[in-house]
């Protein structure tokens, strides 16, 4: 009796992990997506089908885990959303010329992009138990999604990304956790 | 299971639908006992009872992702296994419907040992069962045919009324076995 019942508890869990291995499937194929329209929007081939795989790979398995890093997936991806428009838009502005110089917009819209992101990921957070894991996944799914379009001039759009992130993520969860102490 | 076991079971099915691997252990050994029961008691006590509750946890956890809080889990489960015994006694139902010329010898083999001695005299209670429930117009039907001259033709409308009665003889057995 005792062995037919851990047969059938170990029946059981390999259902439960591919049950959720397959349920994490759509949600990861609808967000392959992104990269089609970044490389539409003139991100090069090679970077959004790079970064685009990672995402992929990411969502599904923060999905098929679960917890805080199943919960991260909508607000990160979200939150990487606006830096992504705000340097796909820049680059169809092109360049602000003064004087003799002319300066690309994308690192500003990219670190712009990237504060708004980091308030959204750090509010998103207070909500969860786990916070740490929470918003460590959450912002870098959000850091993934805005390099699909803050690739535009090399590293330099995707590390004001990561600075925008990190400048309001960071203070903005821990004035939360003092609050809530 | 008193009150507070089926709100810890609810409980613990809303972790393991959040990802908590480590609640399922208790899941699952909370629901075993009740799901085995169950189906023993739907099916009889052995293999077929723990092969149904078996599958219903596959399905159960296979699902869990889908768990809607607001339902009770143990409910949900039984549910699960109803339906898995439904399909057990349905494929027990196919293995005993064989047509008539198919190990009919094997029926008066005084050589069968006792499981299989004790299965063909279920299985002649039920046709038994089967029988009784037809329409007296019916069961006299079958009766003539059987015992009937065999070197006459039957007539096309006896024809037909056999086989009317050998369909909703058909019917009623399958009702018996829960189909």
Known sequence: MASRRDEARERAMRAYEVGRAVRAIPLAAALSSLPIVACLAGTGAATAAAVGAAVTAIVWAFGWRGGALGRAIGPGALAGVVPLALALASRSYGHVCTGGECVSLCIPACTTGGLVAGVWVARAARRSSSRGVFLAGASGLALLVGSLGCSCVGYGGVLGLAVGLATTAVPISLLGRRSAA | ?179
């Open chain 2, 1 to 179: 299971m008193d009150e507070r076991a089926l709100r810890e079971l609810d409980a613990a099915m809303a972790r393991v639908a959040d990802g908590d691997r480590s609640a399922c252990p208790l899941v699952f050994d909370r629901l075993w006992p009740d799901l085995v029961t169950f189906a023993a008691r739907t099916l009889g006590p052995g293999p077929d009872a723990e092969d149904a509750a078996q599958e219903a946890l596959e399905k159960l956890f296979a699902n869990a992702a889908n768990y809607d809080p607001h339902r009770p889990t143990l409910a949900w489960a039984l549910a699960v296994v109803a339906w898995e015994c439904k399909t057990v006694a349905r494929r027990r139902g196919r293995r005993r419907e064989r047509p008539l010329d198919d190990g009919v010898g094997g029926l008066s083999d005084s050589a069968l040992g006792p499981e299989a001695a004790a299965e063909e005299s279920a299985m002649l209670d039920a046709l038994r069962g089967a029988f009784e429930a037809l329409s007296e117009e019916d069961r006299s039907t079958l009766v003539s045919t059987i015992t009937r001259d065999a070197s006459g033709p039957a007539s096309p409308a006896l024809r037909k009324r056999k086989e009317r009665a050998i369909e909703r003889l058909r019917r009623a057995w399958r009702r018996i076995h829960g189909e």
